[in-house]
């Protein structure tokens, strides 16, 4: 009997704001302004979550941890992804590989995607090289060209 392939692609958007701390890809990076949201806002691992619940049919982030529960409040979004990678390998699954693109004019995130890889393989329990992550700007158009906020978009590849 073969393995059922599956893939899920997962989107997120958080705002930038002053007064937060900007975490991507699990890490803390130095920044003027980091991003909004009821948890840590880790725009990354969101579109990650997504990808990865999309593709074991089980519905999306919002639906596992909604914005409105106390108990989500600031959460690190590693807790977050380590539950949902609980969650699909109870059901059967086991995560292939995951190619993130982040989309932001500033900071530069290239110099800290090795971090990312590393961080992310951690939480997951999977091999840094089945962890893609690219960063890219939209040449200063729509909301990320003005630095209004910062968007990330991921495919995944599970097998069962």
Sequence with gaps: ?????????GYDVHQLAE??????????????????GHSDADVLIHALCDAILGAANMRDI?????????????IDSKILLKKVMELVRNAGYE?????????????????????????????????????SIKATTTEKLGFTGRKEGISAYASVLLSR
């Design 19 to 36: 007064g937060r701390k900007l975490w991507l890809g699990g890490i803390e990076i130095h920044h003027s302004r980091g991003l909004l």
């Design 62 to 74: 919002g639906f596992h941890f909604p914005d409105n529960d106390p108990a989500t409040t600031g």
């Design 95 to 131: 995560f292939g590989n995951a190619d993130i693109t982040v989309c932001a004019e500033e900071p530069k995130l290239n110099p800290h995607i090795p971090a990312m890889q590393q961080c992310l393989a951690q939480v997951m329990g999977v091999p840094e090289e089945d962890i």
């Design 1 to 9: 009997m073969s393995a059922k392939i599956r893939i899920g692609f």
